[in-house]
């Protein structure tokens, strides 16, 4: 069974550019989180999709956007990119509406570097 | 809220000793606690979890945590490290209803030869 994929893996845009990343969850899976890693914040929370409805959404600037399509791939958006925006973006899937007792499966996620 | 706490950035153990990663969680409601390993330019990989149930639970690669109420605290172990144990681990809380993790700083773990 395939894993979450997500693409690209890495990414190197330019400040007030804008990105689209994207996450294909595993087969089977509605639920669709996002995370962003950096080395001074940890992980931070983005956004839960499930049947593409946003559930939750963390502490980010609107520039930070996300959707969810009717096969459960998801895609999230940066506009006017920042240099602290650069980070590991990883999405995660879960195969039920937040019931957390599931775990979430994790990708390998995207790095994007802001230059 | 929720908060998570890990207690040491870096941890470093000789092969064989025993592993102890610590994390401490605030919660007002009951909390879902995860641990969860990460591999350089990997993602995340679920080493256990609890929900309800037994306290005490098992993971894989040998490692086990203990939910203590009174404590606060699931605390990572496992008897005898590995060279290939060698990674980054987080401990993270949620609530059941959500999958929004939060996630502690990360404990970076060194096995020495």
């Known amino acids: 069974k395939a894993g979450v994929t997500q693409t690209p893996r890495y990414l190197i845009k330019t400040r007030g550019q804008q990105v689209t990343l994207s996450c294909s969850p595993i087969s089977g899976h509605r639920s669709v989180s996002w995370y962003q890693q950096t080395p001074g914040q940890g992980l931070q929370f983005l956004f839960e999709y499930f049947s593409e409805t946003q559930r939750n959404k963390g502490n980010f600037p609107g520039r930070f956007s996300g959707r969810q399509f009717s096969n459960s791939r998801s895609e999230m958006n940066v506009s006017t990119l920042e240099l602290g925006d650069s980070a590991l973006y990883l999405c995660?899937?879960?195969?039920?509406?937040?019931?957390?007792?599931?775990?979430?499966?994790f990708g390998q996620g995207t790095r994007l570097t802001v230059v | 809220a929720q908060s998570v706490t890990q207690l040491g950035s870096h941890v470093s153990v000789s092969e064989g000793a025993l592993v102890l990663l610590r994390c401490n969680y605030s919660s007002s409601v009951p909390p879902y606690l995860f641990w969860y390993v990460q591999y350089p330019n990997q993602g995340l990989q679920l080493l256990l979890k609890y929900t309800t149930g037994a306290t005490l639970v098992k993971g894989i690669n040998g490692f086990e945590a203990e939910f203590k109420k009174s404590e606060t605290s699931f605390h990572l172990t496992k008897p005898s490290a590995h060279m290939s144990d060698a990674a980054e681990y987080f401990c993270a809380v949620s609530t059941s209803g959500t999958y929004k993790y939060i996630f502690g700083t990360g404990t970076r773990l060194k096995v020495l030869a």
């Open positions: 995660a899937s879960s195969p039920a509406a937040g019931t957390g007792s599931g775990e979430a499966f």
